[in-house]
């Protein structure tokens, strides 16, 4: 990962860190940097993570507010927004709403055809007003 880009989570603001060979996180006390790098592991680290809460029995199916609790900690999905925004290394990640909150995809597969970043989907669309988007 070369980069990461956080919008509204928690106490971050807007945050958009490019890592070197050595990247150092400075702030003071409950500014984010605890929110940001456990933000950072669960990007990186997403489908690991998921599969281990399920695995010991800290969560039942893949519904968000159940994972980022068993994640940041009781209460704690309750940073996350629909006006929160993750990008890393440039990809556009995609959030659809369902029962019990968001899921945010970086990739899909529509049946019988490849894999595809949503990115490279979303701009394939030809009929994009039947979509609802949120900016």
Do not use: H
Not at 54 to 72: H, M, N, Q, S, V
Not at 96 to 116: H, M, N, P, S, Y
Request: charged share 25%.
């Amino acid at each position: 990962m070369e980069s990461l880009k956080i919008e509204k989570l928690g106490p971050l603001g807007s945050v958009d860190v490019s890592f070197g060979d050595l990247t150092i996180i400075v702030g003071p006390q409950a500014s984010g940097k605890s929110v940001f790098l456990e933000t950072l592991k669960l990007v990186d680290d997403r489908e690991f993570i998921v599969s281990t809460l399920e695995r010991y029995g800290y969560i039942f199916g893949r519904r968000p507010k159940k994972i980022l609790d068993a994640y940041f900690g009781q209460g704690m999905s309750a940073m996350w927004t629909n006006q929160t925004r993750i990008e890393s290394d440039g990809r556009t990640f995609i959030r659809v709403a369902c029962a019990d909150g968001w899921i945010t995809l970086g990739e899909l597969q529509i049946a019988g055809k490849k894999r595809l970043p949503v990115r490279e989907l979303l701009l394939g669309l030809r009929e994009i007003g039947q979509y609802r988007f949120q900016k």
